[in-house]
């Protein structure tokens, strides 16, 4: 499970101290207050029960980031549930979060497991680009205020909706996604998210336009959903806005998916 890049290891958290480290992250990435932050006994139970708490080590040992996911069931199928990535300001945009992601994936595969499945902040474009182009996840469900109010300043006070992605650690499509080619089908409608939105949640006088795009996206993805599709695609487009593409999954041949 240990593996080397650079000079950062991802490998197992393991012990209270290291525990203790993914509760102070929490803090400096999300500025959460304890009401919100997920305690150390937590991560030590993900561990006991068959969950995965991956860390981010540098060289002197301090943990940058980590990666906890939980068992779940569903549809009568194991699968991992990813509840919490976190990468530390000074070190992002350098792939952590990706080769987190890989971490969690091979040791995934090693036990037999076929999906994994997290949930993401709608209006967010780098983490749906990663989740959806360089992952190669899908989504076909939206769940609207899915925590409940938030203390983080991230969320700007608007309701946490989020948007589930499945990754089917196995398919053709999450194999071609991981080694760089770009998804391949007919986009049958896009949802756009325009570049400004992060502005606008952080700025009380503009927090008003980010409410307005994410009340709009959310109505048009889940009528998209509730006609059976699923998002298929990410893009940004000449303006740099974050567009979400939509198509039939019964029309693709490298999903290898459960389209229940």
């Known amino acids: 499970m240990d593996g080397r890049n650079g000079d950062v290891l991802i490998r197992m958290a393991v012990g209270l101290e290291e525990f ?15 009401s ?22 540098a060289p002197d040992g301090k943990m940058i980031g980590f990666a906890m996911a939980l068992p779940a069931y569903r549809d009568g199928k194991p699968y991992l549930h990813s509840h919490m990535l976190a990468v530390l300001p000074e070190y992002r945009n350098a792939g952590l979060g990706r080769r987190l992601k890989l971490a969690q994936r ?19 474009t780098k983490n749906a680009y990663l989740n959806i182009a360089k992952l190669g996840a899908i989504s076909r469900r939206y769940e609207a205020n899915f925590y409940g109010p938030s203390t983080s300043a991230l969320q700007g006070g608007l309701p946490t909706d989020r948007l589930y992605a499945e990754w089917w650690l196995r398919s053709e499509r999450v194999e071609r996604a991981l080694s760089g080619e770009a998804a391949t089908f007919e986009p049958l409608e896009r949802v756009v998210v325009p570049k400004e939105v992060a502005e606008w949640k952080a700025a009380a006088d503009l927090r008003a336009h980010a409410a307005a795009v994410q009340t709009a996206n959310r109505l048009a993805l889940q009528d998209a959903f509730s006609r059976g599709m699923a998002i298929l695609g990410y893009e940004r487009d000449e303006q740099k806005n974050g567009v979400f593409l939509l198509g039939e999954l019964e029309k693709s041949t490298t999903l290898d998916v459960d389209v229940r």
């Open 106 to 124: 091979d040791d995934a595969i090693s036990r037999g497991i076929e999906r994994m499945e997290w949930t993401y902040d709608p209006l967010e």
């Open 36 to 57: 919100d932050i997920v305690p150390r006994r937590m991560f030590l139970l993900a561990m006991k029960i068959g969950g995965q708490v991956l860390g981010a080590f």
């Open 20 to 34: 203790q480290q993914c509760v102070d992250i929490q803090g400096a990435v999300w500025g959460y207050d304890d």
